[in-house]
């Protein structure tokens, strides 16, 4: 296995974390973005306190972990051919 095949793996698994993350704790996430310093001077602050922010961040949530099992699976079968 080569370095290449060895940084995609850790890539993929970096996108199934984070994308687990927001699916399971998306208020979480919204709670942490929100303390960040000079989060109220975002022109999206109003949008990032509603409840359409915390499905935002589960459809990106679940289309990261899609995306991340895809590539995971054509990972493992090029690995066994």
């Given at each position: 296995m080569d370095s290449l095949q060895?940084?995609?793996?850790?890539l993929v698994v970096f996108v199934l974390a984070l994308?687990?993350?927001l699916v399971i704790w998306p208020?979480?996430?919204q709670?942490?973005?929100?303390k960040m310093p000079g989060a109220k001077?975002?022109?999206?602050?109003?949008?990032?306190?509603?409840?359409?922010y915390v499905w935002a961040l589960r459809v990106l949530g679940v289309c990261s972990l899609i995306v991340a099992s895809i590539?995971?699976?054509?990972?493992v079968?090029?690995?066994?051919t």
């Open positions: 060895v940084l995609s793996y850790v994308g687990g993350v208020r979480r996430m709670q942490y973005v929100l001077f975002h022109p999206f602050y109003r949008w990032m306190e509603s409840k359409s590539f995971l699976a054509v990972l079968y090029s690995d066994l």
